[in-house]
């Protein structure tokens, strides 16, 4: 066999590699043709020398999709090293039983934790429109809070404005329209409490004006009090608001937790299926090994 | 030598002849066949596997005869693992030795 032959033969044998790869291995061929020449072999002898064109094109198409997996891991080039082996004869039955065994448990480990975090997912959006009747989202959470909370008539309501002003209006049943719902009623009696933050935009309502005095004071929010009603009624509502409210918290715990069980095993599962790559491309290298060395 | 010996050594022969100066894959070849016997397409395999692990680098360099040639240099890795490979080489040596032992007795 020639040179252009054995050229020939190996750019066929080698097919489906990209372009600049295949030259390049191409180019390491043609010159150890040159260098071979140069020492006074005849291509003939050289490509003897060489072997098989089939044989190396096959080694050196694993080499390079191992090549490829170490630069970039993607499912796509660990196909390749997988079937760089095959080719090689090297991936035989007694290893792909417990390859499939573990590809199936690890497949059942990832259903387990994308359940887990589609829990999270419908725990939290349950979370979010309950709330809406108890405690109503208005823009970002956390920022303003309107609790409404209806029992027997009496009405309470809860609001929390950017952390700068907290009101709590209550009201108890018009006792003229037992039937009606308090809202729609006149309300006997009313209770609101609002406390404001100094320095609040809103709270110039009442005493004190000075926003030079706000900016340098940082004591506690004074609590503007009207209108004290039965105190014991209003205590009972508020604690039914907490109540409600530590109820959506609740949900909000199975939400956190399904989503951060979720992530964690997901991450857990990800962290197996590194070591298992790992493992299989130091069993590939072994195979390398062997192969070259029966080879030679 | 065995086929079976060969192939641990192969790729420590490769690294020391590299170790004592660059080379080209011909060059590394001709001066294999002296002692270790090898089929000459497995170097290039060969060469890309040390490349892959980082042991070896290649840069292309004028030559007399036509285009540039792919010379081989060992890396900061290549020169620690070849040591590493010199010193179990010569304990394995040395105890396969002791055990033939007989010669020196």
Same mark, same amino acid.
């Given at each position: 066999? !020639? ?23 191409? %180019? ?10 140069? !020492? ?46 095959? %080719? ?43 709330? !809406? ?44 329209? $037992? ?7 006149? $309300? ?47 205590? !009972? ?60 | ?105």
């Amino acid at each position: 066999m !020639n040179k252009d032959k054995f050229i020939a033969r190996l750019r066929a044998e080698m097919g489906d590699l990209p372009k600049d790869q295949l030259d390049d291995v191409v %180019a390491d061929y043609e010159e150890y043709f040159r260098d071979g020449e140069a !020492n006074g072999r005849t291509q003939e002898e050289v490509s003897s020398g060489l072997g098989d064109p089939a044989k190396i094109a096959k080694e050196l198409r694993a080499e390079m999709r191992l090549q490829q997996w170490a630069r970039k891991k993607s499912v796509a080039n660990f196909g390749r090293v997988v079937l760089g082996l095959m %080719a090689l004869g090297s991936l035989n039955l007694f290893l792909a039983v417990p390859t499939l065994v573990m590809m199936v448990m690890l497949m059942a480990s990832y259903v387990i934790s994308v359940a887990l975090l589609i829990v999270g997912i419908v725990a939290g959006a349950s979370f979010i429109p309950g709330v !809406n009747s108890l405690v109503d989202f208005d823009g970002k959470p956390g920022k303003t809070i309107h609790v409404v909370q209806e029992k027997d008539g009496s009405r309470l309501e809860f609001t929390r404005d950017g952390k700068k002003s907290v009101t709590i209006v209550t009201s108890e049943p018009s006792k003229a329209t $037992p039937d009606k719902p308090a809202a729609e009623g006149a $309300p006997k009696s009313q209770t609101s409490i609002t406390i404001r933050t100094k320095g609040d935009p809103d709270a110039d309502d009442d005493d004190d004006d000075d926003d030079a005095d706000a900016d340098g004071d940082g004591g506690p929010a004074p609590a503007t009090g009207a209108d004290k009603g039965d105190d014991q009624d209003f205590d !009972n509502a508020v604690e039914a608001v907490f109540h409600k409210v530590d109820e959506a918290e609740g949900w909000g715990v199975v939400a956190a937790g399904g989503l951060g069980g979720g992530a964690l095993w997901m991450l857990f599962n990800l962290w197996v299926t590194r070591l298992l790559f790992r493992g299989f491309v130091r069993y590939a290298r072994l195979n390398y090994s062997v192969l070259r060395g029966t080879d030679a | 030598m065995s086929a079976q010996l060969k192939k641990g050594t192969l790729e420590m022969c490769v690294l020391a002849i590299l170790g004592q100066a660059d080379a080209y894959a011909y060059d590394i070849v001709s001066r294999l066949a002296a002692g270790v016997e090898m089929s000459e397409g497995t170097i290039y395999p060969l060469m890309r596997r040390l490349q892959n692990d980082a042991l070896v680098r290649t840069y292309l360099a004028e030559s007399e005869q036509g285009p540039p040639r792919k010379y081989y240099r060992l890396t900061e890795a290549g020169r620690r693992e070849l040591a590493k490979m010199k010193a179990e080489w010569r304990s394995f040596v040395d105890e396969v030795n002791r055990i033939l032992g007989d010669d020196h007795e």
